[in-house]
């Protein structure tokens, strides 16, 4: 491997595939719920188990941080309410060193709850109650966005120059921007790849809750505002200091390349 | 002005005025009473013997003239003091026999008098208190017995002290009179921002917990005073703790059953999950109806946290500034997307920004409320029609969202905005919601210093006015279609 591909495959992914080589027991179908509800988890098992999932599931949120790092999971549904620390806090502890597939499940009527654990790094949310086949629904879209693409894994073959100091590899899911690495979520990527694949078109947001977050768009959900606002934030502006997505929040976005220079 | 401070300050200042003003009158009557007048003839007795004795001196000692002279200038002070004596003011000195040593000329009624004095022994005086005359029998320097008579003149009476203040002291009594008036008012003043500051201090706290700053009470400056003032300032902040406690602990309640009914629910779903998928053909029905109920409860708990929320306030903590008109286009867009499936649309037209500034998920949850709810009742193939202007002050933003619908009973408008209320005709509440959602939207506007109303719009249909205070300063900022999303 040359060290271009080597700091090309550095970053979220890679720290995801030396996890589930380091761990015999990973499985791509195994899911870890966190939450104090022990009923309700071993409805959850039940429920999910038909859907053909493995579910294991810890009660309190240090049990949750040190399961999601073990890497036997694929993804982890995680409760906000937890007996020993916010689900914040175990989503900030594992953001730290793992980019494993998080959805928050959060408070019903609790804009600020959805939009702090977008921005803390979970890949979507679903409000208490839930419909269990809305839930199955998000696991199955956030488990196929975050499962790499057999076919763009080739080294150096999908290298795109988006911008003029940004860079996207999409077989490794890497972002550099100045050579610093960016770290996305897996929402953030594709979203970041869907608007390089369109850039200056205006993209819709039903159009683009279809397409990145794979499932059918519904008014009055803001999850894709907050994954497009994040984004923004952690791309930031260009050199010369003009937002790279503009757009009217909540309708419609726009990713603008930068203008070619005068000479 | 009819405050209460006025009134203290004014009717203690004429108390203080009519107090001054009594005391004077009744000095002057007090001096008329008829044992002063007593006192004042009896002063004659030794103003007699005295002015005689010396008048009687003055004549064996230099003559005549200067007896007279004498007498004459005693005359002239009398008068002087004495200005409504009807009696004339005027001394006689009597030699034996009743010839009037002086040669004045002496009226008739006194030789009765002469008379009564011959056989009167010398060196005491007498009064004739009918004929207002004191006389004395007086004793020369060379040995002969004179009599010396005077008259007794009427002592002062109101009038006179009148015309004393009035005419004598005139330059010196405005002063007097302008002292009291000012030292009087200056005590009144004093008083009645005494008794009125404290009060005042527990209307503006009452007052600002009816605008359900529960947070409010009576300062310490109230609480010091020791008196029943401040007992009543103690127990007002008494009453405002605990209808803050209680405040608290209702909204608190509504909160924690809303959190503790959502795990039971949360459960009931996944079992009904489960049960669906082992169903059979003619249990679906039934399963399906619990679904809808379940799903209606889903709703109601959501609303009621986040009316616990509104009503809590955390949001507030963290305000940005934003485009009001930016957030209802937003909202407007959602409405239509969800109207497409119903025949109708929702429209909304604006040409400028509105800057306002606060809790942007919790405005855009209370105006969602309100457009959602238009586009539940408004008729099949119409359109909602959302506007945003100015208010006539400038001061206040107005959002209003116009639907084609049945509108409201008259009598049901003012209750709208009540929780759970879903109006007074059975054939609209087969549309209504959960019937908090503008609930929501009064607390949150509310909490942001907005309006919220309801009124039917003419040729059917029901208008709700939003109003939001603007920023104090907006900036005339350039037109942009795609405006930049605010970041939260």
């Given at each position: 491997m040359t060290d271009h591909l080597k700091r090309g495959v550095g970053g979220s992914i890679r720290r995801l595939i030396v996890a589930m080589k380091k761990s015999h027991k990973f499985l791509p179908r195994r899911i870890l719920v966190v939450d104090d509800d022990e009923e309700l988890c071993q409805l959850l098992s039940q429920y999910l188990t038909q859907d053909g999932f493995v579910i294991e599931a810890v009660h309190t949120g240090s049990a949750g941080v040190e399961r999601t790092l073990s890497g036997e999971h694929a993804m982890v549904v995680l409760d906000v309410m937890l007996p020993d620390m916010r689900g914040f806090e175990v989503l900030r502890r594992v953001r730290a060193q793992s980019s494993i597939p998080i959805l928050m499940l959060t408070a019903r009527g609790d804009d600020q709850d959805r939009i702090l654990g977008l921005q803390l790094g979970a890949d979507d949310y679903l409000p208490k109650p839930f419909n269990p086949r809305e839930l199955s629904a998000r696991i199955e879209a956030v488990l196929r966005r975050a499962a790499p693409d057999p076919a763009e894994i080739?080294?150096?073959?999908?290298?795109?120059?988006?911008?003029?100091?940004l860079e996207l590899f999409s077989g490794a899911r890497v972002v550099r921007r100045r050579g610093q690495q960016v770290d996305l979520t897996a929402v953030e990527f594709d979203l970041l790849k869907r608007f390089t694949k369109s850039a200056g078109l205006v993209l819709s947001r039903e159009d683009m809750v279809r397409a990145v977050l794979g499932r059918e768009f519904s008014p009055f959900d803001r999850s894709m505002d907050t994954h497009v606002s994040n984004l923004r934030k952690k791309l930031g502006p260009r050199p010369d200091g003009s937002e790279r997505i503009k757009g009217v929040r909540g309708i419609v976005y726009i990713y603008v390349l930068s203008a070619p220079a005068r000479r | 002005m009819h405050s209460f401070f006025t009134k203290i300050f004014l009717w203690f200042w004429l108390l203080i005025v009519v107090v001054s003003a009594t005391v004077v009158v009744s000095a002057g009557a007090i001096r008329s009473r008829s044992s002063d007048r007593e006192r004042w003839t009896q002063l004659y007795s030794y103003l007699v013997g005295l002015r005689g004795r010396h008048t009687a001196q003055l004549l064996d000692r230099d003559g005549k003239d200067a007896a007279r002279e004498y007498i004459e200038s005693l005359e002239r002070v009398d008068t002087g003091n004495y200005v409504n004596n009807k009696n004339p003011m005027r001394d006689y000195l009597f030699a034996q026999g009743s010839r009037e040593v002086l040669q004045q000329s002496v009226p008739p009624y006194l030789q009765e008098i002469l008379e009564k004095m011959q056989q009167f022994p010398e060196g005491k005086p007498r009064l004739f208190e009918k004929q207002r005359i004191a006389a004395e029998r007086i004793v020369g320097l060379n040995g002969q017995v004179y009599t010396f008579v005077m008259p007794i003149p009427e002592p002062p009476t109101f009038d006179q002290i009148y015309s004393f203040i009035t005419k004598d002291i005139a330059g010196e009594g405005l002063i007097y009179l302008g002292t009291i008036l000012i030292v009087a008012g200056g005590f009144c003043f004093w008083l009645a921002r005494n008794i009125t500051s404290p009060i005042n201090r527990l209307r503006l706290a009452a007052r600002r917990i009816a605008h359900e700053h529960l947070e409010a009470r009576v300062d310490r400056s109230v609480l010091v005073r020791r008196d029943e003032l401040a007992e009543l300032g103690q127990d007002f902040n008494r009453m405002a703790e605990r209808i803050d406690a209680l405040v608290h602990a209702q909204r608190r309640l509504l909160a924690d059953v809303s959190h503790e009914i959502r795990s039971p629910l949360t459960r009931l779903n996944l079992a009904l999950g489960l049960a669906r998928q082992r169903a059979s053909a003619e249990s679906g029905e039934y399963l399906d109806r619990i679904e809808l109920e379940a799903d209606r409860l889903n709703k109601l708990i959501g609303q009621l946290l986040m009316l616990a929320r509104v009503e809590s306030?955390?949001?507030?903590?963290?305000k940005n500034v934003f485009d009001l008109a930016t957030l209802v286009q937003g909202v407007a867009s959602d409405g239509d997307f969800e109207a497409r499936g119903l025949q109708c649309s929702v429209e909304f037209v604006h040409t400028s920004e509105y800057l306002v500034e606060g809790a942007f998920e919790m405005l855009r949850a209370a105006v969602e409320n309100v457009v959602r709810n238009a586009v539940r009742h408004?008729?099949?193939?119409?359109k909602v029609e959302i506007t945003i202007e100015r208010s006539e002050s400038q001061q206040d933003a107005v959002i209003r969202v116009r639907d084609y619908g049945p509108g409201a009973l008259p009598q049901d408008l003012p209750l709208?905005?009540?929780?759970?209320?879903?109006?007074?005709?059975p054939a609209r509440k087969a549309t209504a919601?959960?019937?908090?959602g503008l609930a929501i939207t009064e607390r949150a506007f509310q909490l942001h210093s907005g309006r919220v109303s309801a009124a039917n719009a003419p040729g059917g249909g029901l208008e709700v006015r939003l109003e939001l205070p603007l920023m104090a300063k907006t900036q005339e900022t350039s037109k942009v279609t795609l405006a930049l999303a605010p970041s939260h």
């Open positions: 080739k080294p150096g073959a999908s290298e795109d120059l988006i911008d003029a100091d | 306030g955390v949001d507030l903590e963290q408004t008729a099949p193939g119409t709208l905005f009540c929780p759970f209320y879903r109006g007074s005709d919601g959960a019937g908090l």
